[in-house]
């Protein structure tokens, strides 16, 4: 093995460790209620400096195009255009597991979206969740 693939191999480890240890501080913090101080915090302080018409459709319109239909379109056509078809099915199990763990958390732990800070309305459970969107 090459020293540039070891450094690679190494990186990919790196990156999945220093996300679950992320992931599990946030875990924490929700599993505390330390989670919804934070939110008020953020959402009582951070939010209102932040806010702008520009950035709130900017943010709407990633939001968007983050959605199921849009990322459903864009795997299709990655089936159909992309000739080494591991990396469109590997996207498309990425986003299907994704998703599926996805609801699988909310389920879990049931955390309730914020009351008052949303600039859409949104169903289901905050957590995992986009964090200025409930």
Known sequence: MTKAKKIDKSMKYIVLSISVIIFLIILDGILKVEGLRIDRFVYDNILPNIRSDNLTIFMKILT???SA???IGICIILLV???NKKIPLAITANLTIITIFNQ???N???RP???GYNLIE???FSFPSRPFYG
């Open 113 to 115: 979206r914020p009351i």
């Open 104 to 106: 699988i958390m909310k």
């Open 69 to 71: 239909y849009i990322l």
């Open 108 to 110: 879990i732990f049931q």
């Open 122 to 124: 949104e169903g289901g």
């Open 81 to 83: 255009v992309v000739k």
């Open 64 to 66: 968007n195009f983050a």
